[in-house]
């Protein structure tokens, strides 16, 4: 009956209060139009079927089969919504958090190795690295090399690198 008046309140999501402001608004559309309708006659509703069929379904939905057509609406689209609440706890998943990755042996002495750097003099002031590249560059060299198992150099920053590495490798 309701796709004859011209509206569908079958759809989920369209209560009952929905549909009454629907009426309302065609109630009131229907209120301004129908002196002009009544003089236009046929031609009119020809014209406009969607203002024909909005009048028509505000006499029907008027009525007492209207109105119970308006509860079953109402009944099905809070029936929609608990099936919906329903399979979206079915369909939640628990996250699981992602473990932190853990540092290589590497990373970690070059993490120190490079504060050991902004400590020192060697690449600016202390505090200050001028030339963050080659400061960098020098550091993963030592860590390396302190890795393949080379000896700790006699002097200058790639030995307080190396000493402040060694303790990690």
Do not use: C, H, Y
Not at 13 to 19: I, L, Q
Not at 52 to 74: K, N
Not at 94 to 102: D, E, G, I, Y
């Amino acid at each position: 009956m309701a796709l004859v008046i011209g509206i569908d309140i079958a759809t989920p999501g369209f209560s009952r209060a929905a549909a009454k402001a629907t009426v309302a608004a065609l109630g009131r559309t229907a209120a301004f139009v129908a002196p002009r309708a009544a003089a236009a006659g046929t031609g009119l509703a020809a014209a406009n079927p969607a203002l024909t069929g909005a009048a028509i379904g505000l006499g029907a939905l008027q009525t007492q089969p209207g109105q119970q057509l308006l509860d079953i609406a109402a009944e099905r689209g809070r029936m929609d919504r608990i099936r919906f609440e329903q399979a979206l706890t079915d369909l939640t998943v628990k996250v699981q958090k992602k473990k932190a990755k853990t540092s290589s042996k590497f990373n970690k002495a070059i993490k120190v190795g490079m504060a050991t750097v902004k400590k020192s003099t060697s690449f600016g002031a202390k505090g200050v690295i001028t030339n963050p590249k080659r400061a960098f560059s020098t550091v993963t060299k030592t860590a390396s090399a302190m890795l393949k198992g080379k000896k700790i150099p006699k002097l200058g920053i790639k030995r307080k690198i190396a000493l402040s590495i060694r303790s990690i490798l």
